[in-house]
């Protein structure tokens, strides 16, 4: 059989045959932990069950938003595959929204699944004895929008924010050279824009200005994610005044759309850079040659600087930003204790992501099919390759947000150097938390080379083990093996047990292709 | 009478300080293969990805099948076969879906006739994109350019992954039948010695700017190496030599004109031998020559007479 199939019926065909053929899996991946999210959650926690549904498609928005919006912005360049596109005798703006769109189904059908299995869960598993589309205001005692049945409330939210948060990242990070990229680009843009928002908030505050104040609470509405907070505003409940909320939405996102579709796919990544320095380097006779690195040793370290720096040093700006921003919302004084402990919990937030995200960059560039050929083919000893790179990231990674958490202890107790014991254990604990989150995400993208593939069974295989091992230490032991001891012996089997997964594949050349 | 096909008119390009491409003109008539030679950047790929409406001119004009590539570049694309140096294409997709899921974005597709060059390029229908060698990601490459039947097929040095018998095949088959077909072929490559026996037509690029244009046959007529005595090389005007190298106690110039050049040493008595030159010398002379400057350069093996 080597006849050819028909031909498709029409460019949207096309398009839409390939986005979905490129999502199915994302599709189901995400289902996946959203749905393992709640059994988890319900294995841990079953008492607060309600909580989960505010919980999960909360982490749900940000971490599909983010990570599915990376992938829409820089998902083609990083495959190399975006000149080929741009070749094709279509506006780009076709294949910029038929990406987009299915990213956005990629990240709303997991999060009805959820919501319908919650139900379900709810209704017919536990028996609970109120009625979950009541329950919201039974615990928290509103009406998001002024929607009478709170799961579709949260339904509702939930879709729109991760929409929204989706449409902010593909935007902000198109037309860049790969995933990672696009990431930390869209990523500190967020910050940046909640940043102002919020202190325009702080200047009305402060000089009383309760037009600003509205305007600015209005403007939340094209934030990015910030329509799904706009439902919860109780003001908005009691005097049910949304059009303005509505029209800032629907303009914001709509230019924001609008920008997206214009700028997708016009720029070839690292073109206007490429050809320069080539020419530049053809053209000039003389030019300057700096001196050979030390080692090799040297050399790939240099090289893994160069690329978890910037990621670094970005989510320590957002770090920052984020505070300050935490700080300028608070309606009352906070003190420098509360600063602490805020710059505490947004350190670990980022530092979960950017430990993701950097494992899954220490081999980005290198496992690359070209350039995977390139270093191999050089005269380089594997271990020493892989070994420096893992070491010199993660030295960086644990070293920055050692760093902060020690600045967010001492903000919280300024005597604690007296008695830094238990702080410095804590950081500690967390330093291989994230360590283990930075190894699987490494090893998982050695493995698939996909970086979404990869962030997907990262948090997967974290929320799985983690549930594991409490259900196994409830339910078998009766909590005798729950202890911080056992934790950490875990830690380190998990850790040694994605390094050697990790090493094994980058010396093998192991890959299964997702997709 | 002149039908051109591309036009650049006196086109400037830069990025940031760098100026890839400075005033370039050049002309392709309608049914030509035309050989656009050039070192590795020099700024061969920025113009083709002009001419593809991929990026944009700073100044200067460009018309392609009679069409602005900036203001018109899906009517131009419809029209135009490209195949890119290293083209990356869709990993997951087998190669009859590749195909299949392209068709419906040219107008003028011809399925049948993607079968039958699928089949006489011997493409594996069934193999996933990824898993297919260079020389087959090309083959394929070729079938999607070709199976809309172009007016023009722009081919940005497409033989470089293939193997020294696919790269003839190429040469000789695909472009002698592309041009019995009467389609323009624009060739961006650095292998001369492959472009030669199929160009009617050659430009050199060097340093973003066009510094030769003719047929390819004019070209070798033109430019030729004179051997003589180092001390008669005084009577030639300095502008038409290319290259000048020592060749033991003689002088071995590469003159532009050389009808002219032969003439003159003739009239004046000078002693010379005359050597005919391929394309990849006449290059170096026009890229790497060392013109009218004093050569300081240790002597260097010259092209032996045939």
Known sequence: MNDLPQPMRSVWHSLLWKEWHEHKWKLAALTAVSVGALIAFDLVAPDSLLSALIGIPTAFCILAGTFLGMSTAGGESGRKTLPFLQSLPIPMWQPGAVKLSMAAVTAILPLLVFIVVFWVWWTFLWFFSIDISQAGIHRFHYHPWGIPNWLAATAAGSALGVSSLLLWMAAMGSNRSDEVRSGAIGFLIICMVWFVLA????????????????????????????????????????????????????????????????????????????????????????????????????????????????????????IFLMTTLAYLFNDRRVSIHEVGQTLSGITMSVGFFVALVAGIGVFLEDLKPRVDDFWRSRPVNYLLWFGVKFVVGAVILITTFGLLMLLAHWLIDRSFLRNAMHPILTAGFFGLVFLLIYTLSMATYCVLRQPLYAAVLTIGLLMGGWIAFLWICHDFFGDSLLSWQTALVLLLLSQVAATVLAWQAVKRNWQIAAI | MSDPVIEFEAVSKSFRRNQVLREMSLQVERGHTFAFLGRNGAGKTTAIRMLLGLLDRDAGEISVLGLDPTRQPLELRARVGYLAEDQTMYGWMRA????????????????????????????????????????????????????????????????????????????????????????????????????????????????????????????????????????????????????????????????????????????????????????????????VGQGDEESTAAAEPVASPR
């Open chain 2, 96 to 287: 009859a879906e590749m195909l299949s899921f392209i068709a419906p974005f040219y107008p003028t597709w011809d399925h049948d006739l993607a079968q039958k060059y699928a089949r006489e390029f011997e493409v594996p229908l069934q193999t996933k994109i990824k898993h297919l060698s260079k020389g087959q990601n090309v083959r394929l490459g070729l079938v999607l350019a070709l199976a809309h039947r172009p007016e023009l097929v722009i081919l940005d040095d497409p033989a470089l992954g293939l193997d020294p018998i696919m790269r003839k095949q190429f040469n000789r088959d695909l472009i002698t039948h592309l041009q019995g077909e009467g389609r323009t072929v624009f060739y961006s490559s650095h292998l001369l010695y492959e472009v030669e026996p199929v160009a009617d037509e050659v430009a050199i690029l060097d340093q973003g700017s066009i510094i030769r244009q003719c047929s390819t046959e004019e070209l070798r007529q033109d430019v030729k190496q004179i051997m003589l005595a180092r001390e008669a090389v005084a009577v030639l005007d300095g502008k038409s030599i290319l290259d000048k190298r020592p060749n033991g106690q003689e002088m071995a110039i590469v003159v532009e004109g050389a009808e002219a050049a032969i003439a003159k040493f003739q009239s004046e008595g000078v002693e010379h031998r005359v050597i005919d030159l391929n394309l990849d010398e006449i290059f170096e002379a026009y890229v």
């Open chain 1, 199 to 318: 202190s325009g908030l702080e200047l009305a505050e402060k000089w009383h200005l309760p037009t600003l104040k509205y305007g600015v609470k209005v403007l939340f509405a094209a934030a990015p994610g910030g329509v799904a907070f706009v439902g919860i505003d109780k003001q908005l409940e009691n005097h049910f005044v949304w059009w303005p909320h509505f029209l800032a939405a629907t303009l914001g996102h709509g230019c924001l759309l609008a920008w997206y579709l214009r700028r997708f796919g016009k720029v070839v990544p690292g073109s206007s850079r490429s050809d320069g320095k080539t020419l530049a380097l053809a053209g000039a006779k003389y030019q300057h040659l700096a001196p050979p690195m030390r080692s090799r040793l040297t050399a790939i370290a240099w090289k893994q600087v160069r690329e978890t720096g910037p990621l670094v040093l970005m989510a320590i700006g957002s």
